[in-house]
């Protein structure tokens, strides 16, 4: 069973930030496309960001300009910097490994979620 654990979600005020990180095995990591998406209650599960093993990046539009991700490939670990935090942006924080699969093409690993609450 492969682990994603991830940290760092918490409580902070509108206008805040807060840093998530997600570990990965490192034989999974290397392969591939990170990313963090999040649910809301009773909202469909969206996109946050992804970046490949090459360091290309893809942000929602509503986290443009406010949100960073970023990898360390030495520690295998993805990050996601969150500043400017809205009250919309509460939500269950997923981190996510896509890699590729030699039958169904690629295939996705899931960590157990963090949770970012933004109120004041």
């Known amino acids: 069973q492969v682990q994603l654990v991830e940290s760092g979600g918490g409580l902070v005020q509108p206008g805040g930030s807060l840093r998530l990180s997600c570990a990965a095995p490192g034989s999974i990591f290397s392969i591939s496309v990170m990313g963090w998406y999040r649910q809301a209650p009773g909202k469909q599960r969206e996109l946050v960001a992804t970046i490949t093993n090459g360091g290309s990046t893809n942000y929602a539009d509503s986290v443009k300009d406010r949100f960073t991700i970023s990898r360390d490939n030495a520690k295998n670990t993805v990050y996601l910097q969150m500043n400017s935090l809205k009250a919309e942006d509460t939500a269950v924080y997923l981190c996510?490994?896509?890699?590729?699969?030699?039958?169904?093409?690629?295939?996705?690993?899931w960590g157990q979620g963090t949770q970012v609450t933004v109120s004041s």
């Open positions: 996510n490994a896509n890699r590729p699969h030699s039958v169904i093409g690629r295939y996705n690993y």
